[in-house]
């Protein structure tokens, strides 16, 4: 029996103004975020990482579960003794702890630029995002009829962010050695970085059943080792269920689904490859009546034996194609 969960589609939205990087990394020079627990230090660098839960509370697109995401993630990095160094929080609930700010649309490219500002090798860096996700017409991209979009707390009048300016912030200047998480439990999510390299296998995969890394787009080529876990497929949406302690996490109230089988899958089982890790969150969400499919993405064509891990490097499956 499925989880009472409310799914809520944005449409399709008017293409959104382009983003003036430049302009926000400079406002990022003097953003700072804070040190949140102590920790052991398992990385060579620093460990920075960015939270953006949004409900638009009062509004007809509101949500119920985005903030709840935010703490459960950060909970759930803290139990297991995750060493970061500086984070940012962007929340639109009233006295959240530790908030930088409301996730408006300036805020939160301004926070992306500081996520990966001055980013060097052996800095590992990791970024949540719970809330809308919708798609306008694409205008240049020739492999997808739809650019991927995340919709801020002001979408209704500042526009939401292209997956192309995403892409820009994020990557485009990631050196290499540096690792970057980035999970995305909205609608419209499963290329809203536009990687090059995705996860194929059967939505019904076994773990006796091995999937394979498949080069699915030119170009978007990044020198840092990134990561993209995304809620659902391009045309599926995602989503926010109205009791998450169904997942086991300790948790309570509303949640994104698959956030909530995320921090479960690392909380409660040790060991996994990437790719147990994605059948293990594929298939949470099967029995308890979802249809939305995770999708995992990469800069590189990951080995998806290799240990899932936040923090180290990939290890290159030699058998993908390139």
Known sequence: IAAPYIVQYLGIMERPPRVDVEEFFQQAEVTE??????APTHVSGTFRALF?????????????GCCNDVKQIIATLQRKRIPIDEMSILVDERGFPGANGLPT???IVRYMAWLVRGAKPGDVLFMHYSGHGTHTRATSDTEEKFDQCLAPVDFSTNGCILDNDIFRIL?????????LTVVFDCCHSG?????????VGSRSLSRSVAGHMQRIRKGNDCAGDVLMISGCADEQTSADVSNAATFGTCTSGAGGAVTQCLAYTILKVSNLS????LIATRDMLRRKGFTQVPQLSASKPINLQQKFSLMTTFEVDPAVAT
Do not use: C
């Open 33 to 38: 975020g804070f040190k949140p627990w102590e």
């Open 191 to 199: 290329s809203m970085l536009d990687l090059p390299y995705t996860f």
């Open 105 to 107: 649309r300036d805020n």
């Open 274 to 277: 990437y790719q147990d890790m």
């Open 171 to 179: 990557l485009s200047g990631l050196p290499q050695g540096v690792r």
């Open 52 to 64: 953006i839960g949004i409900n638009y509370y009062g509004t007809s697109a509101e949500l119920s």
